[in-house]
């Protein structure tokens, strides 16, 4: 774990257990995909950090995050929307413009 980028002892759930976790190190950011049991073992879910480092202007770090849960029956939904918004972005965006997207391909209500 990069502990200069994120303090567990300060932001742990001491009502669940961790099963698994990767960081993945992105610039400025680090994303934590954390796999955590429920107490008593009886269910699991996955937590999303976002840590972003920042400098004070008296020249102290600090990290600024934000967190998801996401439980198990959300999975397969939240993984089919990721995928696809991933897909457009990579099928529309050109030299940082936006390719304007056809009518029919527009967010749909869920």
Known sequence: MYRDDYDRSSTQDHSSEDIFSRPVKAGKRTYFFDVKATKGKKDFYLTIT???????????????????????????????????????VKKNFFDGEVIEQHPSEKSREF
């Open 50 to 88: 976002e840590s972003k480092r920042r400098q004070e202007r008296d020249g102290s770090l600090t990290y600024d995050k934000h967190k998801i849960f996401l439980y198990k029956e959300d999975f397969e939904k939240f993984s089919d929307g990721l995928a696809d918004v991933i897909s457009f």
